[in-house]
């Protein structure tokens, strides 16, 4: 079935796009899959329906750890209507944002799910994608399927490689409003933290963490990086500079337009958060048009009332000072964009 995948840094307008999505009754909207499962989502080997159903349910370390530390980032929709799991049981990754995102009731759907999916033989995780998306959209009636997760440009070389006929839009923000959301966001201050770890010992991922990197680390990231609950307050309200999540935000914006350099014109687009807000409408009939679907007037109105103007030139309030190094620390991205 046709795939397009929405892809960003966050903080762009991208949950309420996905709510727009889901409102369209021909787009099966997959709220944050590629955010819910984490590394773990792409195995190069073939694998077993069981297998993969292990991949789809196994709760992500991270989030549980931030659950319960009790650290709860609104996108993560299951414990806003709490089912059978918990922080404390695991939640599983699919039931975390996916399934609530579809259904009032996830933990019905998961049991839904489970059977047929275990029942799938030995293939590529690609197939095994594939057909998860085409049982989601018979089962709600949709005939193409929307990815949405707002940590996401670092999964185009994979995405391309796994579904090579699949479309890509790039939904992006103004640098410094975008960071300066960021360093008020739960999770984006947990990425934050991890950051400074990992540059700390000079390695690129958690899984590159060794016995010998944790000795030269101090005792509180440690703690996060090993406990199964830390205190919350080293993550909301640790002083981190602004310009530290304009860097982060150049730095993931660079790497993606490189990547999405490699996709074919007719296969990709861009949304600017901005233009979204100036002219909802427009945007939204271009997206419908891109994705191959039918951008009705009853759609049309409900998203345009979910849109909102008042976050745009956030970043504007700052004093002088925070402003312009924050201006500075965003220009790399900020020209990646224009030259796109």
Known sequence: MPITFVVGTGRSGSTVLSHILNLHPDILSLNELLASLGPWAMPENPL???EFWRILVGPHMIYTKLLRSG??????LYPQRPGRYSAETGIPALSLMVLPHLTEDPDGLLDELEPQVSSWPHRPVAQHYQDLFALLAARFGRRVAVERSGYSLQWIPALRKAFPYAKF???????????LSMSRHPGYRAMSFLHDILQRVGVSSPQELTPEHLVKLPPEMVEMLLSERFDPALVLDRQ????QFGDMWSQWIIEGVEYLSQVPDDARTTLAYEDMVRNPRAELVRLAEFIGVDPDD???????????????GAALRLPPE??????????PGMRALRTA
Not at 240 to 243: F, H
Not at 298 to 312: F, K, M, Q, Y
């Open 48 to 50: 077993t329906g069981e």
């Open 240 to 243: 981190v500079p602004l310009a």
């Open 169 to 179: 839009v790039h939904q992006f923000r103004d640098g410094p409003d975008c960071a």
């Open 71 to 76: 650290i709860v980032p609104p996108e993560f």
């Open 298 to 312: 009853e759609w049309l109105e409900a998203g345009e009332s979910l849109i909102e103007s008042s976050r745009v």
């Open 322 to 331: 925070q402003l312009s190094e924050l201006r500075d620390s965003c220009a």
